[in-house]
């Protein structure tokens, strides 16, 4: 969108003017994320410390233990120990969430759902930290807080506001591939037993040849995917709120130990070079013809929190838990969670809260020179040294732990994205080729059911980008919302920036 629309001009807390409030500032077109984006920095900051003490997002959730088995050779990708041998096990602690309400919401809200999971490997703690979708709705962080903002309580009414809600979506045109599948039957998982996890970013695996692999991790749940209707949810949502929390400590309890199989898509440089889909956006997906998944490992939860506040509650995962054979893409979403969430840890439950013990190191204790600050529960390191270098035989880097160097090209710059028409293809792909006619017909329902609650502009607005990503998907929603499909066409025929006009 350009120019500010009679607005005022966008400043920093200090008054400092914001030349781009949509893309972040990146070393080339492609990443990654520097740190000098002071806008950027300042925003997610600010927006990390808005709730006490809850999560800002995925407050609501359950948690369980269990472990991980290795079950096939995946050397020649990565020098992970924990995935070195088959057969090799690895403890492990998953919570799963809902995204977007508070503490006392109901399990059954059509919202993604999160899927986080902690290795306790002997190189240090891995934190998978997913959704139980493959993809997401904005690919710059800069517009998360923006966007949180509009799934929680208008400012003014304190109530959910669809207005806010599809406002925001209607403006964002790379948001239609998650909202498509938000509100098609996968949007209300049955239990959190029988839903998918996903890393949703691309992550970069190392061998121990300092040879590099793109890989994306998909957890296929073993009990089968099961879903509830948006009638069902309604009911469920009056009777039992609580009813995935319940189910999956009852299941555990009762002997029946949910587990999922790890499939992983890895792609090697070169055919990433050239690949028809922008890998590091997180709106897309790979398909699985292009790069067929191999199944690599089993998760297996079969231990219940002993105390729900100590484990699940205190549980704190970061995308930035890494180890050796495993590290980040230039991923503009994930270089930001690199920093948010070990930052809003930090805010929610202190400078020590890798000594609480569910997020503790349990097989490979920590060695630093970080002391002090709030909760310091243990020794506070002894008498050594705290600071490097120092020639008392404390601990120093190891030089193998290192990430092999990569290329950084271009300008400093907020890139905008260059591939927009791609936004469409995939929900279009996604409605034609992969829903049932049935499938089909409460995807509409849904949206109908959801988006008549807003203004008609806004309606006009979204349902133009239905039609974008397939005429007879958009077509179907103007009739349930009852608009003019020619002025739909229109809309859908014009340039998003022209469109954002026409109804503002």
Known sequence: MGGNIGQKRLTRAFGMPVGDDQNSLTAGERG?????????????????????????????????GGYFEVTADVTEFTKAKFLSEIGKRTEVFVRFSTVGGEKGSADSERDPRGFAVKFYTEEGNYDMVGNNTPVF??????????????????????????????????????????????????????????????????????????????????????????????????????????????????????????????EMQIMTPD????????????????????????????LVLDRNPVNYYAEVEQAAFSPSNLVPGIAASPDKMLQARLFSYHDTHLHRLGSNYHLIPVNAPKNSPEHSYQRDGFMRTDSNQGGGPNYWPNSFG??????????????????????????????FVQPGNLYRDVMTEGDRKNLVGNIVN???????????????????????????????????????????????????????
């Not at 000098?36 to 948690?63: C, S, T, Y």
């Not at 055919?271 to 089993?298: C, E, M, N, S």
């Not at 203004?455 to 990503?469: G, P, V």
């Open 32 to 64: 990654p994320v520097l740190l000098q984006d002071l806008h950027l920095l300042e925003k997610l900051g600010h927006f990390d410390r808005e709730r006490i003490p809850e999560r800002v997002v995925h407050a609501k959730g359950a948690g369980a």
């Open 137 to 262: 709705f904005i690919r710059d962080p800069m517009k998360f807080p923006d966007f949180i903002h509009t799934q929680k309580r208008n400012p003014a009414t304190n109530l959910k506001d669809p207005d806010m809600f599809w406002d925001f979506l209607s403006l964002t045109p790379e948001s239609i591939h998650q909202v498509t599948i938000l509100f098609s039957d996968r949007g209300i998982p049955a239990t959190y037993r029988h839903m998918n996890g996903y890393s949703s970013h691309t992550y970069k695996w190392q061998n121990g040849n300092g040879e590099h692999f793109w890989v994306q991790y998909h957890f296929k749940t073993d009990q089968g995917i099961k879903n509830l209707t948006r009638e069902e949810a309604e009911v469920i949502r009056g009777r039992d709120p609580d009813h995935a929390t319940r189910d999956l400590y009852s299941a555990i309890d009762g002997g029946d130990h949910p587990s999922w199989t790890l």
């Open 271 to 298: 055919q990433a070079k050239d690949y028809r889909f922008d890998i590091l956006d997180i709106t897309k997906v790979w398909p699985h013809a292009d790069i067929p998944p191999i199944k690599i490992g089993k």
């Open 394 to 423: 404390k601990p120093g880097p190891d030089i193998s732990a290192k990430e092999p160097p990569f290329e950084v090209t271009g300008n400093a710059d907020h890139h905008p994205y260059t591939h927009l028409n791609d936004d």
């Open 450 to 504: 959801h988006l008549g609650n807003a203004q008609k502009r806004i309606q006009l607005r979204q349902t133009a980008l239905f039609y974008k990503a397939d005429p007879d998907y958009g077509l179907r929603v103007a009739k349930g919302l009852g608009l003019e499909t020619r002025e739909v066409e229109r809309l859908a025929s014009l340039s998003q920036e022209d469109r954002v006009k026409a109804t503002s």
